[in-house]
């Protein structure tokens, strides 16, 4: 779909409102949300996680809106409780921009929402939820005529030992391709070092992972300068690693 068809899907008014400081979990686990605190007033729509674009104020504002065009970013906006992350019931706008590093807090925002992904659910774990978070955001991707991170163009071949990103071979000794498979082949799965190291070294741990440490950081080092940035492999704090595709 183009995106002139896809913004004249439009499903509701404007939401304006604050970008405030909340505790930063998407952060933590690689997929870092702003929380829009909407102006005093304002009809949300129903619950769910929508594809949207924000516009950001700037100092100098103009036209339709009161930031520059050049401030606008797609996104994906959650709008409902967070059952799997939290158990208040509160309703609340968070909103992951896509291919954006920078602060916002305390920032004036603009949101627009143009289709609805799917509903809220509960997950039976984080790593679940990030797995359909970066689902949305691959359809969010598609629907706006985005790249596609070239990480989610990684294919591999146990039966040849063969990894290949895009149309790139990626030479890999023995156990950098076995614990890049093991993650690729899991995608829902955040897997600890120790469960790494067990399964691919075939010993126990002892709580001594150094060498999967190791093994992320060359795996890493070989496929960034394919995939524009994008870590692969991303680190749960305190856990461990998982795939991350998009």
Not at 21 to 47: E, F, N
Not at 134 to 156: F, N
């Amino acid at each position: 779909m183009t995106e002139k068809k896809a913004e004249e899907e439009l499903l509701s008014g404007e939401i304006r409102g604050e970008i405030i400081h909340k505790r930063g979990i998407g952060r933590l686990v690689g997929i870092p949300t702003a929380d829009l605190r909407p102006d005093q007033g304002t009809q949300l729509p129903g619950t769910g996680v929508y594809a949207g674009k924000i516009l950001l104020d700037s100092e100098e504002g103009c036209g339709e809106y009161p930031g520059r065009e050049s401030e606008r970013y797609c996104c994906a906006v959650h709008i409902g409780p967070c059952p799997t992350m939290d158990s208040d019931k509160a309703v609340l706008v968070k909103i992951h921009i896509l291919d954006f590093q920078r602060e916002i807090f305390g920032s004036r925002a603009t949101l627009r929402l143009y289709r609805k992904i799917r509903d809220v659910r509960s997950f039976d774990s984080a790593s679940l939820l990030l797995a359909q978070i970066e689902k949305d955001c691959l359809e969010i991707r598609r629907l706006w005529g985005m790249e596609v991170p070239l990480a989610s163009r990684l294919t591999m071949d146990a039966s040849i030992r063969q990894a290949v990103l895009g149309d790139r071979e990626i030479y890999l000794s023995e156990k950098e391709f076995a614990v890049l498979y093991l993650l690729w082949s899991h995608p829902d799965i955040s897997f600890t070092k120790e469960n790494i190291y067990e399964t691919v070294w075939q010993e126990p741990s002892n709580q001594s992972c150094h060498a999967v440490e190791n093994t992320v950081y060359q795996i890493r080092k070989k496929l960034r300068p394919f995939t524009c940035g994008h870590e692969t492999i991303k680190t749960i704090t305190g856990f461990g690693y998982k795939y991350s595709g998009s």
